[in-house]
T-cell receptor, first 112, second 118 residues
Framework: GQQLNQSPQSMFIQEGEDVSMNCTSSSIFNTWLWYKQDPGEGPVLLIALYKAGELTSNGRLTAQFGITRKDSFLNISASIPSDVGIYFC????????????FGIGTKLQVIP | GAVVSQHPSWVICKSGTSVKIECRSLDFQATTMFWYRQFPKQSLMLMAT?????????EQGVEKDKFLINHASLTLSTLTVTSAHPEDSSFYICSARERMVPAGYGYTFGSGTRLTVV
């Protein structure tokens, strides 16, 4: 099946710093998604990307859909304590039941 | 925005008993619902996909007789863990796919159910 490799798996940063995480796939996706999960909660969608090369922002978050359609990155600028959580990339293909495949996650910790 | 309610949020049960988890889309109709399992410090692993009125499609390695899924209406899906064992202890999360919404934005997740089997 499709596999998503996400890196880094964890990171500690100082409040105010920028953060970057990325995701690569062994195969092509038509849609890339980035989610954030807080402890004991379900994931919440941050950004959805639909076209190769697309660059989309949501507040301090920016994500890009790689040209090869096999990768994506998420940047968080000027991190704040509430950015703490686990960030998951996910891929989605059209057809069938359109299952969402998740990466292994990046655990972000922000030091005030 | 779209809201998915999952209940209960946590449950402790004895080994050998069955547990039912409900997933409801509160303000939209869900053409498809998905059930995931997440072990500590791991990703969400898809267990099964269910469409209203039809049998669920299970992922490879997931026992359909152990994890019973019923999608009785466009707003409700249930997952029943039968004859639960300690190794079934996990965080179970449902997701509902909203009709007529572009893929990606149309997937809303419940808040999860923490199952502990003792």
């Amino acid at each position: 099946g499709q596999q998503l490799n996400q890196s880094p798996q964890s990171m500690f940063i100082q409040e105010g710093e920028d953060v970057s995480m990325n995701c690569t796939s062994s195969s092509i996706f038509n849609t890339w998604l980035w989610y954030k999960q807080d402890p004991g909660e379900g994931p919440v969608l941050l950004i959805a990307l639909y076209k190769a090369g697309e660059l989309t922002s949501n507040g301090r978050l920016t994500a890009q859909f790689g040209i090869t359609r096999k990768d994506s990155f998420l940047n968080i600028s000027a991190s704040i304590p509430s950015d703490v959580g686990i960030y998951f990339c996910a891929g989605l293909n059209s057809g069938g039941y359109q299952k969402v495949t998740f990466g292994i996650g990046t655990k972000l910790q922000v030091i005030p | 925005g779209a809201v998915v309610s999952q209940h209960p949020s946590w449950v402790i049960c004895k080994s050998g008993t069955s547990v039912k988890i409900e997933c409801r889309s509160l303000d939209f109709q869900a053409t498809t619902m998905f059930w995931y399992r997440q072990f500590p410090k791991q990703s969400l692993m898809l267990m099964a996909t269910s469409n209203e009125g039809s049998k669920a499609t299970y992922e490879q390695g997931v026992e359909k007789d152990k994890f019973l899924i019923n999608h009785a209406s466009l707003t409700l899906s249930t997952l029943t863990v039968t004859s639960a064992h300690p190794e079934d202890s996990s965080f179970y999360i449902c997701s509902a796919r909203e009709r007529m919404v572009p893929a990606g934005y149309g997937y809303t997740f419940g808040s999860g159910t923490r199952l502990t089997v003792v």
